[in-house]
């Protein structure tokens, strides 16, 4: 069903649960508004460790998620993906090369609303790096550098804890949105715009896109309870 600009009014809903069969295994029921019931209720492996379920990405009927900060400091750090249409999932690995350790910052975004991509702030350098996810037609992946984006570039020279990362695909370009512990930033991918937003006054920082994200979901509003 469209709505008119492009969008579609039906959706799939996902709902997550832990259980305690075993840590990487959660339950996952879907919803599907054309079949107006849930049409999916499976355990499927998430991995180990803790999701950031606030950051998804969805791009061709995927799901991704990231681990949590928390998480990375114990486990290897790895993406999970699960595909609506096999129902299934699968925990990505980012490439070996990169080496990510405990006071990096790893985040995921959508890259030209096509693929996923990984953002990996190295403190210890001060350098974002945006590695791309490729597939090939027998499933394998691989990952190909897009950007690397230093703050001294930028004119960042004063020290700066990045607590939190992500892009926004706005208009005919993308974004980098970061923010530390006092202030938000942006960086455009097209033309190396950079601009403070302003301040944050907020020690924790966690940045959640929501522009553009707001759509009404089927003709009329339903009443469901999961099972």
Known sequence: MNDGDGVKKDYKLVYLSSTWVRNSLRRCQVYDSVAKMWTMDKHLNFGGGAIDLDHPVVYDETIFWALVQ???????????????????????????????????????????????????????????????????????????TMHEISLDRMGLKEPLDVMST?????????????????????YSIKDGKFKKLGPLGLCLASLIPYSNTLRPCGQREELFEAT
């Not at 090369?97 to 959508?110: H, L, P, Q, T």
Request: aromatic content about 8%; hydrophobic content about 40%; glycine content about 6%.
């Open 166 to 186: 992500l892009l926004n695909e706005v208009a005919t370009t993308t974004l980098l949105v970061f923010a530390t512990h006092e202030d938000v930033y942006t």
């Open 70 to 144: 928390e998480s990375r400091m114990m486990i290897k750090p790895y993406v999970v993906a699960f595909d609506l249409r096999t129902e299934c999932t699968q925990i990505i690995r980012p490439p070996e090369r990169i080496n990510i350790v405990a006071s990096d910052i790893i985040g995921i975004g959508k890259w030209e609303g096509k693929s996923l991509c990984i953002i990996h702030y190295r403190a210890s350098s001060r350098v974002f790096t945006l590695e791309l996810m490729e597939k090939s037609s027998n499933g394998g992946i691989r990952w190909v």
